[in-house]
């Protein structure tokens, strides 16, 4: 599903909330900073689901922010009760009901009037929840994606706004620039993005401190249980945002995050 454009006026300055994945307090700092530094829009990349956290408190965070969000990966899994069998996992019952139908309509995509064009807010690469580009995909591997490719074709957008890689990242493919979120799940780097399109900034934040995450990859059959002193405290622990030195926009990379989805 893809809204027509949300903002008839063309906007420049944008709060990027990468996948949230349950960090509560970590998404109402983000949210608190974004609201207080005169941004035009906020707009979150999904997966909001999935994580050692409040996803009702998260649901509540970005509905009572007006933030535009559109649906990740994980909250499909969430709604159609698919991929149910780790402990970070979310039931779908176990929310509550206003998280239920705030989950059940969000869009695949939404559509951004920016001053610089049409920008597209998606969660992995157009329709596709699970598409990704990389910061160090070079020309070939760029050939052979499939939804990079379509929306080149298209012709229609300036901007590509997506998360579902953990990495948050500039990347200019042709006319195409695709800005990357990264995340707010420790481990991976976590932080945001303010953007400044007439300005053809971005200025990334980091969320600091930050520790290995609770979930290693080679170690996924054995997760943590949620219900341990360590799940505990790093779902409830406050974390402040500290901004890092803006940074052109049109750099192949801004960070290297160990990028999971």
């Given at each position: 599903?893809k809204?027509?454009?949300?903002c ?10 990468g ?6 307090e970590?998404?109402?700092t983000?949210i ?7 941004v035009?829009v ?25 933030v535009i ?5 994980h ?11 780790r402990a ?16 059940c309509?969000?869009p695949?995509q ?19 929840d ?6 160090q995909?070079?020309p070939?591997?760029m ?9 080149l ?5 300036r ?8 990495y948050?990242?500039v990347?200019?493919v ?5 800005i990357?979120g ?8 976590p ?31 054995k ?15 406050t ?12 750099l192949p990379?801004?960070c290297?995050s160990p990028g999971?989805?």
């Amino acid at each position: 599903m893809k809204r027509p454009p949300i903002c008839p006026s063309p906007i420049s300055r944008i709060g990027l909330i990468g996948d949230v994945h349950g960090q509560a307090e970590r998404l109402q700092t983000v949210i608190d900073h974004l609201q207080t530094s005169g941004v035009d829009v906020i707009v979150c990349t999904g997966d909001i689901t999935d994580g050692f956290g409040d996803i009702d408190q998260c649901c509540d965070l970005l509905q009572a922010a007006e933030v535009i969000t559109v649906l990740g990966n994980h909250d499909r899994w969430c709604i159609n009760n698919e991929l149910r069998n780790r402990a970070e996992c979310t039931l779908f019952e176990d929310l509550s009901v206003s998280s239920q139908a705030f989950l059940c309509q969000l869009p695949q995509q939404v559509e951004l009037n920016t001053v610089q064009g049409m920008a597209l807010l998606c969660h992995g690469l157009g329709a596709n929840d699970m598409g990704k580009l990389l910061p160090q995909d070079g020309p070939q591997a760029m050939a052979r994606n499939p939804e990079l490719q379509a929306l080149l074709r298209q012709r229609r957008y300036r901007y590509i706004f997506n998360g579902h890689s953990h990495y948050r990242m500039v990347k200019p493919v042709g006319e195409l620039t695709v800005i990357n979120g990264g995340t707010l799940r420790r481990g991976h780097q976590p932080g945001f993005l303010r953007l400044d399109l007439s300005k053809g900034l971005v200025q990334p934040y980091d969320l600091l401190p930050d520790s290995p995450p609770p979930i290693d990859r080679d170690l996924e059959a054995k997760p943590l249980a949620a219900d341990s002193s360590l799940a505990q405290q790093l779902a409830t622990e406050t974390i402040p945002a500290q901004p890092i030195a803006a940074v052109p926009m049109g750099l192949p990379q801004l960070c290297l995050s160990p990028g999971r989805a």
